[in-house]
């Protein structure tokens, strides 16, 4: 596989492993940070409830003050004076009284007889006002409450230290404002006209159902993640937990489902699949006629292993097709330089999984090949096991088709264990059979096998298609198969599969 396909590999099993690992993670955070967002906002409504609650107690003091001078608007300051002064010192919170006549105050708490217009316009609900200062505390807030009845006024004062104390200490989380009109009082006491704040989290605003007035709560910007970090470490550690232990389960799942494959593409890349080289000779003169290409994977703990072994991983992963062009390449760097020395064609066997021909590629893979070496010095030999057949399909025949004009042949293998037919046999043009071992091991020992193997090699004698016999161990078994006409043999009699390099040495040394 090429280097950027394998970092590709690696960088989807990294991001699967952190993003099941942070999944947990920016999910739990999300509720948390929803979770955090409403418990806020009933923290600012139940904190403007409360403030409200505590405002129309204070002005419950001031409206009785009030209430109780109104009916004495209109007689002389000097009689009435010290009534007015007798309510700022029994009712809590008042801070002064006055009395009015004709939208003018006359007589104040503070001062005695007095004189200032006034705009009843000015009042919320033509109740309450909310004012910067007063002649002698010009620079303290105060809330004024004014009650009338015709020309008969009276009103009684707040004052704002009252009134910030309790958006201090109710508010003390929270931002907290308190609005009469167009006029607010912040909690550290300012008197401001212009437009209210809005509040940047959780903003909540009411406003009594007694008095002119209402109140915002909320809090400052980032407030959530504040709140998230002072209230939930522990939910957070879990969180954190959750993740490792998720992310963990995805590597693990990702290493286990992927490993044997992930374990020979390594090995691919690593070039550990090796070509071993097992001596074919003619049947007649015994002289070399070719090779069969065996695989060993040079595993770097497990050793030298066998083939059968891997060689059903590799199919079943598709990396059986990669294997065997890298197969074909080695076989043909080592044996191309021998190729002007063949006298008559050489014949290389290579082994070829059905799963290899369900596309047009094998016949790029065997045009390289053959492209490597002298032209008409090899026959390539294409092993396809009977065991597996190929099913046909307008692929396989434009495949094969191909695969006769390039000259490559084709070899059944195993012949004799699977169930291949004559229609199968003439549909993919086969050149040779390879008869299987398993009959050939039975020469001289089991008779019904032998009857057997006789059949195989006259079916073959009448359709035409030379054979190999494999496995051949005794001399007894090559002189049966020679005496009966088998065209190649092939068997540790004549030579073990041996590496590839080591073949080429005792060839070139001959
Ligand atoms: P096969 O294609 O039938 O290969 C012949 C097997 O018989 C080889 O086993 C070979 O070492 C063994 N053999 C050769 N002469 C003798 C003998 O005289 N006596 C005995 N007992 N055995 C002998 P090997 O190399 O272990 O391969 C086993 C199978 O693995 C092969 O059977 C073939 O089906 C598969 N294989 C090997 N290389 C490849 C490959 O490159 N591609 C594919 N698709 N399959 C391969
Ligand atoms: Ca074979
Ligand atoms: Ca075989």
Redesign the pocket.
């Known amino acids: 596989m090429p280097l950027r396909a394998k970092t590709r590999t690696r960088r989807i099993r990294i991001a699967v492993t952190l993003l099941s690992g942070l999944l947990p993670v920016i999910l739990g955070t999300a509720i948390l940070y929803i979770q955090a967002g409403r418990a806020l906002e009933q923290n600012a409504q139940q904190t403007a409830e409360e403030a409200i609650r505590q405002f129309d107690l204070m002005l419950d003091n001031t409206a009785q003050a009030a209430r109780e001078l109104l009916p004495m608007a209109g007689q002389s300051c000097t009689d009435v004076k010290l009534a007015l002064r007798e309510q700022v010192t029994r009712r809590p919170f008042v801070r002064s009284t006055n009395l009015i006549w004709d939208d003018a105050i006359y007589c104040s708490s503070l001062f005695g007889d007095y004189h200032e217009k006034l705009a009843a316009g000015d009042f919320s609900q033509g109740r309450l006002l909310l004012m910067k200062g007063n002649p002698v505390t010009p620079d303290t807030a105060l809330l004024v409450y004014r009650l009338g009845k015709g020309k008969q006024g009276a009103m009684s004062t707040l004052d704002g230290y009252h009134l910030s104390n309790v958006l201090r200490l109710i508010g003390r989380q929270t931002l907290l404002v308190l609005q009469v009109g167009p006029n607010w009082l912040s909690a550290d006491g300012q008197f401001h006209e212009d437009a209210p704040p809005a509040m940047p989290t959780a903003q909540s605003n009411l406003g009594s159902s007694r008095y002119g007035f209402s109140v915002t709560a909320g809090f400052p910007k980032g407030e959530t993640w504040r709140y998230m970090r002072s209230q939930y470490p522990p939910l957070f550690s879990l969180l954190i937990f959750f993740g490792v232990i998720s992310g963990s389960l995805g590597h693990f799942l990702q290493k286990r489902t992927s490993s044997p494959t992930h374990e020979m593409q390594r090995a691919l890349d690593a070039a550990e699949f090796v070509?071993?080289f097992?001596a074919v000779v003619h049947g007649d003169s015994k002289k070399l006629s070719g090779i069969?290409?065996?695989?060993?994977w040079n595993h770097p703990k497990e050793g030298l292993v066998?083939?059968?072994l891997f060689?059903p991983f590799?199919?079943h992963s598709g990396l059986?097709v990669p294997?065997?062009r890298s197969?074909m390449q080695q076989t043909a760097t080592l044996l191309a330089p021998l190729s002007a020395s063949f006298k008559e064609p050489f014949h290389i066997g290579?082994?070829?999984?059905a799963s290899?021909c369900q596309d047009l590629d094998l016949v790029k893979d065997c045009r390289e090949f053959l492209d490597a070496f002298a032209p008409g010095s090899v026959h390539l030999v294409l092993?396809l096991?009977e065991r597996e057949l190929i099913e046909p399909t307008a692929i396989t025949h434009q495949l094969f088709d191909q695969l006769r004009d390039l000259g490559v042949k084709i070899a059944i293998?195993?012949f004799g264990t699977g169930h291949s037919s004559l229609g199968y046999l003439r549909q993919f043009n086969v050149d040779y059979l390879?008869i299987?071992?398993s009959f050939v091991?039975m020469i001289g020992i089991d008779t019904l096998s032998s009857h057997i193997l006789d059949s195989i090699i006259e079916l073959a004698i009448k359709l035409g298609l030379a054979m190999v016999a494999?496995?051949?161990?005794t001399q007894q078994q090559s002189d049966y198969l020679t005496a009966h006409n088998v065209n190649f043999l092939?068997?540790?009699?004549y030579g073990?599969?041996m590496p590839g390099v080591e073949f080429i040495s005792a060839l070139s040394d001959h």
Do not use: F, W
């Open positions: 070509p071993y097992q069969e290409v065996l695989m060993r066998r083939p059968d060689i590799a199919e059986i294997m065997t197969l290579i082994n070829i999984t290899h092993e096991t293998d195993d390879k299987d071992q091991a494999e496995g051949v161990e092939q068997g540790y009699l073990r599969p």
